[in-house]
């Protein structure tokens, strides 16, 4: 199934990959003028691009495409406010994001909202998944960028997972609580695995 997008979502997701992958790096790095910051930065802002950056972007993808395919109308919409406090944050050595969300229109059933929530945590542990075997085949700074990558959407989906508020977690909870365990479990077990190794 193709994912139909208008331009404005377009527009959305590109900006927010843009904004949340310049804040990582400007985490990573730091601030500086020298050319070597330059060059750090520039390798940092293209690992997080590929690691936070991709997170993010099939997080929202899979929310969009499940439910276009329970038969709701999806759209991404990109939170301006949030994505200003994801840079000016990442200032002071932290990222405070929320960068946006899929709006579902309509009156979504129970199953229809817990399915389409549990598919960003699920595409977030499945990347995770995809680093740290990346983590194991690769060696120097792409094996640390792998384990990155691996840590970082492994917190993702862990996160979006909290069983309350607005988090997706408590959307898939409320519809089955089975799925949501399961779910939750694959996260805890991919931490595991990621501590021994030293990437958490």
Same mark, same amino acid.
């Given at each position: 199934?193709?994912? /139909?997008?208008?331009?404005?979502?377009?527009?959305d997701?590109?900006?927010? $990959?843009?904004?949340?992958?310049?804040?990582?790096?400007? *985490?990573? @790095?730091?601030l500086?003028?020298?050319?070597a $910051?330059?060059?750090g930065f520039?390798?940092s802002l293209?690992?997080?691009?590929?690691?936070?950056?991709?997170?993010?972007?099939?997080?929202?993808?899979a929310?969009?495409?499940? /439910?276009?395919?329970?038969?709701?109308?999806?759209?991404?919409?990109?939170?301006? @406010?949030m994505?200003?406090?994801?840079?000016v944050t990442s200032?002071?050595?932290?990222?405070?994001?929320?960068?946006?969300a899929?709006l *579902?229109?309509?009156?979504? @059933?129970?199953?229809?909202?817990?399915k389409t929530?549990?598919?960003?945590?699920?595409?977030?542990? /499945?990347i995770?998944a995809?680093?740290l075997?990346?983590?194991?085949l690769?060696?120097?700074w792409?094996?640390?960028?792998a384990?990155?990558g691996?840590?970082?959407n492994?917190?993702?989906?862990?996160?979006?997972?909290?069983?309350?508020?607005?988090?997706?977690?408590a959307?898939?909870? *409320? $519809?089955n609580?089975?799925?949501y365990?399961?779910?939750?479990v694959?996260?805890v077990?991919?931490?595991? *695995?990621?501590?021994?190794?030293?990437l958490?």
């Amino acid at each position: 199934m193709r994912l /139909a997008m208008h331009p404005r979502e377009q527009r959305d997701l590109v900006k927010s $990959w843009a904004a949340i992958s310049l804040a990582f790096a400007i *985490v990573m @790095t730091g601030l500086g003028f020298s050319q070597a $910051w330059l060059l750090g930065f520039l390798s940092s802002l293209a690992i997080a691009a590929v690691t936070v950056g991709l997170g993010f972007l099939v997080h929202e993808l899979a929310h969009k495409h499940v /439910a276009e395919r329970l038969g709701c109308h999806a759209e991404y919409r990109a939170n301006d @406010t949030m994505l200003l406090v994801a840079l000016v944050t990442s200032l002071f050595g932290i990222v405070i994001a929320a960068p946006g969300a899929v709006l *579902v229109s309509g009156h979504p @059933t129970p199953e229809q909202r817990g399915k389409t929530s549990m598919a960003g945590p699920i595409a977030n542990l /499945a990347i995770a998944a995809v680093f740290l075997a990346l983590f194991f085949l690769l060696d120097g700074w792409l094996a640390k960028a792998a384990g990155f990558g691996s840590v970082i959407n492994t917190w993702l989906g862990l996160f979006n997972m909290i069983p309350f508020g607005g988090f997706d977690g408590a959307k898939v909870f *409320v $519809w089955n609580k089975v799925a949501y365990g399961a779910v939750a479990v694959v996260g805890v077990l991919l931490a595991f *695995v990621q501590v021994p190794l030293g990437l958490f």
